[in-house]
């Protein structure tokens, strides 16, 4: 099988080796890329990511890369997004006041604090590993959606970092976390959009296996 | 509760000692971080010890090649003293890095840090030694005072904007006979950040213990899993029965 060519977005937010290293321990042949050209070229997208969700779209932005990464999205291209990356494909967040997202899944992203009543109980940022659940979606995934869902564990946990989380319309979420009562999107899609609120790369033989999935779907 | 090891290390080697003394050289930091990692650990530390005196961290190029392995969160620490270091360890691969003695010497570095790349990549750690009734606060690994109260300086690490804290009682790290409980208690009561809790963790009756006070997010562990005591697998068994977790 010929290796998939994996753009890796480089916006200058967080650790995109570890990314790079998970695909290539797969061999695949990942681009670390702020060229829209690569973008165009490649068979599948990841888009990771940590930090603020403003300094996350702005740093898109600036690169010249939104508009690329939403024309191939919208060609059916492959993309799958991690952590902040995962948030940035929502619609709008409310991290340090109202800021538009990407718009390619329906939802928000909003602090944990705020999905709770007694706010003051819960410790920031969530560090923990947690197990995620399917969540029951009325229509049920297509797509590499689908495909990457069915690569999900529901016994071992993923590695979480994050003290916003996206509420995401029932057609988006595919799996929940919960913290401390305090429920959000762990994993959401739809079609060939997909994306974890864990960092699968940090996640052991459990978070690989995604990974490879989507490597196998492109 | 995550279980991260702890791997302190000087020249290219796991050392270990007791109370931050006596160091004895124990491993292979890369063959140690691999084992650690298919043991199932949550999270790895990676200290250099000898930093801060040389002023320099000389960890990258173990993290750049642990991170082609090892696919668990890595920490990083000693010696980072600028936003310009932290970059340097994150481009090497290291997900959070750990801060102690820079942010004595200057604690705008948290918030410089935070603000280029947020909270959730800085662990302020505090070394902390008992002298009559209170902990005071000291830096480049166990060897200089500084006259800090542990739990003042705890909160004013937290509002300069640290993600998580790792603590460690010189008094007990090394010597297996259990975590400082008397200091977790202190600093957990007023902490509203994750709380790694390090310093003489021996056998799984150290965890019921630690339990007994309060749940961290985090223990840190070293000689018990260097010395081949006890396995990652048993302790992380036994949180699991205890806490049902």
Same mark, same amino acid.
């Given at each position: ?32 890329? %702020? +060229? *829209? ?5 490649? +068979? ?14 702005? @740093? ?7 508009? *690329? ?8 291209? *492959? ?14 967040? =409310?991290?340090?006041?109202?800021? +538009?997202?990407?718009? $390619? ?39 590499? @959606? ?12 993923? =590695? ?15 799996? $929940? @976390?919960? =913290? ?6 762990? !994993? !959401? ?14 996640? %052991? ?14 | ?19 931050? /003394? ?20 949550? /999270?790895?530390? #990676?200290? &250099?010890?000898?930093?801060? #005196? ?30 310009? &270091? ?8 290291? &997900? ?30 505090? /070394? ?30 937290? /509002? ?34 994750? #709380? ?50």
């Amino acid at each position: 099988m010929k290796s998939p060519r994996v753009a890796v977005i480089d916006y200058g937010v967080g650790n995109i080796r570890s990314v790079k290293n998970a695909t290539n321990f797969f061999g695949a042949d990942a681009l670390l890329t %702020s +060229d *829209p050209m690569e973008i165009k070229n490649s +068979d599948g997208i990841i888009l990771p990511g940590v930090g603020a969700f403003h300094f996350g779209m702005q @740093a898109l932005e600036k690169s010249s890369l939104l508009a *690329p990464i939403l024309s191939a999205v919208a060609n059916r291209k *492959p993309i799958f997004g991690i952590c902040l990356g995962m948030q940035l494909l929502f619609e709008r967040s =409310y991290e340090f006041g109202q800021h +538009d997202g990407m718009g $390619l899944l329906e939802g928000e992203v909003i602090s944990l604090k705020e999905m709770r009543s007694d706010a003051d109980e819960i410790i920031l940022p969530n560090v923990n590993w947690l197990t995620v659940k399917s969540a029951t979606q009325k229509d049920r995934p297509t797509g590499v @959606a689908k495909l990457l869902s069915s690569s999900l564990s529901n016994k071992e946990p993923y =590695y979480f970092v994050h003290s916003f989380g996206v509420k995401a319309s029932n057609k988006a979420t595919l799996a $929940l @976390a919960n =913290y401390n009562g305090v429920e959000f999107g762990a !994993v !959401v899609g739809n079609d060939n959009v997909f994306g974890t609120q864990f960092h699968p790369e940090k996640s %052991s033989g459990q978070g690989l296996k995604i990974i490879h999935k989507f490597l196998q779907s492109l | 509760m995550r279980v991260i090891s702890r791997l302190d290390i000087k020249n290219d080697f796991v050392i270990k000692g007791v109370q931050f /003394e006596g160091l004895k050289k124990v491993g292979s930091p890369l063959a140690m971080a691999e084992d650690y990692y298919n043991q199932s650990i949550d /999270e790895i530390v #990676l200290i &250099d010890s000898v930093a801060s #005196l040389y002023e320099r961290n000389n960890l990258f190029h173990i993290v750049e090649k642990a991170v082609e392995r090892v696919f668990v969160p890595l920490c990083v620490g000693g010696g980072l003293r600028s936003v310009s &270091d932290v970059n340097d360890a994150l481009n090497a691969g290291a &997900d959070k890095v750990i801060i102690n003695t820079a942010a004595v010497k200057n604690i705008d570095i948290i918030e410089q840090i935070a603000s280029r790349f947020g909270a959730q990549c800085i662990v302020g750690s505090i /070394e902390a030694k008992k002298r009559n009734d209170i902990w005071e606060v000291y830096t480049d690994y166990g060897r200089e005072k500084t006259g800090l109260d542990v739990l003042t300086w705890s909160q004013k690490l937290t /509002e300069a904007g640290i993600g998580e804290l790792l603590l460690t009682s010189i008094d007990n790290e090394g010597t297996k006979r259990g975590f400082d409980l008397e200091l977790v208690h202190l600093i957990n009561s007023k902490l509203n950040k994750p #709380l790694i809790v390090g310093g003489g963790f021996g056998t799984t009756a150290c965890i019921d213990a630690l339990l007994s006070v309060m749940t961290p997010s985090a223990v840190a562990i070293a000689s018990a899993l260097h010395y081949g005591d006890i396995s990652v697998r048993e302790i992380k068994n036994h949180i699991r029965l205890k806490k049902g977790l």
